[in-house]
T-cell receptor, first 114, second 112 residues
Framework: DQQVKQNSPSLSVQEGRISILNCDYT??????FLWYKKYPAEGPTFLIS?????DKNEDGRFTVFLNKSAKHLSLHIVPSQPGDSAVYFC?????????????FGRGTSLIVHP | DGGITQSPKYLFRKEGQNVTLSCEQN?????MYWYRQDPGQGLRLIYY???????QKGDIAEGYSVSREKKESFPLTVTSAQKNPTAFYLC???????????FGPGTRLTVL
């Protein structure tokens, strides 16, 4: 049973436009959320995170929004660039429950067309 | 130049053979992890270690074994008991549990 779901396996966006990647979770104990970016044949790299005490965190072109009532988070990339083409993993952990190790979603493959 | 190294990048083994995947980090991180990634799947946790000489099973530990004799090293052995060992294996580390993980480049294991 997947606790972290990324329901869109892939997303195609034009360069310069906004990319919105979505993630849903089922475990109400999750209180810390992370996004990782992964290129083929490489390990994931940390992108941005958000704690459940916030509803938004921004870092340059990347913004993560958290809607706790809907158990939903999204990653916005504005403007999208061809170099953003990668697989994006959403991850969640229940830090207050003592289980810090994140649970990962299956990933969304983003393709940004020039 | 700190980071995590995994070797080799590609590994081929015959069915029934044990194989050990290397993971070394010079980030002075306490926690280390092993994940497995299959096509269309997320990262599934095999084993993790919070400190030296201590490690815990993850979600899919059957058929795998680990050791943590040194802070810098966390080798993973894929035994013949693992039913479907062909996969992409990722090692990661973090300062502590409540921190983002740093991943190595991965090892693609193919069992023939």
């Amino acid at each position: 049973d997947q606790q972290v779901k990324q329901n869109s396996p892939s997303l195609s966006v034009q360069e310069g436009r906004i990319s919105i990647l979505n993630c849903d979770y089922t475990n109400s104990m999750f209180d810390y959320f992370l996004w990782y970016k992964k290129y083929p044949a490489e390990g994931p790299t940390f992108l941005i995170s958000i704690s459940s005490i916030k509803d938004k965190n921004e870092d340059g072109r990347f913004t993560v929004f958290l809607n706790k009532s809907a158990k939903h988070l999204s990653l916005h990339i504005v403007p999208s660039q061809p170099g953003d083409s990668a697989v994006y993993f959403c991850a969640a952990s229940a830090t207050s429950g003592g289980s810090y190790i994140p649970t990962f979603g299956r990933g969304t493959s983003l393709i940004v067309h020039p | 130049d700190g980071g995590i190294t995994q070797s080799p990048k590609y590994l081929f083994r015959k069915e029934g053979q044990n194989v050990t995947l290397s993971c070394e980090q010079n980030l002075n991180h306490d926690a280390m992890y092993w994940y497995r990634q299959d096509p269309g799947q997320g990262l599934r946790l095999i084993y993790y270690s919070q400190i030296v000489n201590d490690f815990q099973k993850g979600d899919i530990a059957e058929g795998y074994s680990v050791s943590r004799e040194k802070k810098e090293s966390f080798p993973l052995t894929v035994t013949s008991a693992q039913k479907n060992p062909t996969a992409f294996y990722l090692c990661a580390s973090s300062i502590g549990f409540f921190n983002e993980q740093f991943f190595g480049p991965g090892t693609r294991l193919t069992v023939l």
